[in-house]
């Protein structure tokens, strides 16, 4: 994985707004940067209960909690007043509901997007950094389709910008573990009111990241950022019937399992990066950075001297390393996910 770097001076005394900031990765996010010497910290979201959850579990001088929606360009651009990093995690996310709601999705993944990079770029912000997910390569779904437009949208910002400062990235990673309508709280919730869990296909592969983990690769992509990269984790993923098997001896309620229809836009395996993108990808010791298919050679050897271009074909989660069902067990202890 990505590690970021030991003293995090880059941080001090920053000004930093999150959108969608009262999410699971908002709220860990603002955890950790709290922890580091911020100026001031601009939670940016809808809700207002989570808000004041927020305010009243971190009971912190240095947080500012605003009530806005990325679709508002006006009350974004006061939002963003001041700022010198935005981490943009805003976002519909939930595929079937993207699904059966596609111009709304449209509206908050895709135009508010843009309206983010506006703002930023006539606030002048250091950098802009948005959090994008595996469900934008190849999209099969909606939800992904608009993720893949807003990398493009926040890559191609660094052509247009002009001679404005602001620097403009991505990261993309697979699902959190354990994060809020993922499929470990989902499985922990079904055990223990109905005695059963629902699966469409026990062969299903997903990726695996830990919270810890997606906060390190997204201060570090804070800390690397020159503009044009979407930086991308080594991870390993799992297979859907491990995490049951490893989730029913962990349990101390027995249940049953039951095979569902697969969603509207469900994948079997996650990419990272199609055998397309490995040619313009680029490997470090702990990661990959996706460049755009523009980049010159010359501009690549002088930002990046250290890296080498990628052997494989493809990088999907039925391709990499497996983690097995007692590393799983581990996993989910230490992270308190126990039925």
Known sequence: MFKIKKNCELFNGKNILITGGTGSLGTALTEKLLSLDVGTIRIFSRDENKQIQLEEKFNDKRLRFLIGDVRDKERLRRAVENIDIVIHAAALKHVPIAEYNPFEVIKTNINGSQNVIDVSMDEEVDLCLAISTDKAVSPLNLYGATKLSMEKLFIAANHFKGKRKTKFSCVRYGNVLGSRGSVVPKFIEQIKSQKIITITDPTMTRFNITMDEALDLILHA??????????????????????????????????????????????????????????????????????????????????????????????????????????????????????
């Open 222 to 339: 804070i800390q690397s950022s020159k503009g044009y990269e979407v930086f991308i984790p080594k991870l390993k993923s799992y297979v859907l019937s491990d995490l049951v098997e490893a989730l029913k001896e962990l349990s101390s309620t027995a249940f049953k399992q039951k095979n569902i229809p697969s969603r509207p836009g469900e994948k079997m395996h996650e990419l990272l990066l199609n055998k397309y993108e490995i040619n313009y990808s680029i490997e470090f010791k702990n990661g990959y950075v996706l460049l755009p298919s523009d980049f010159q050679i010359k501009s690549l050897n002088k930002l990046y001297p250290k890296s080498k271009p990628l052997s494989m074909e493809v990088y999907s989660s039925d391709h990499v390393p497996h983690i097995s069902k007692n590393e799983l067990k581990k996993v989910l202890k230490k992270h308190n996910f126990v039925p």
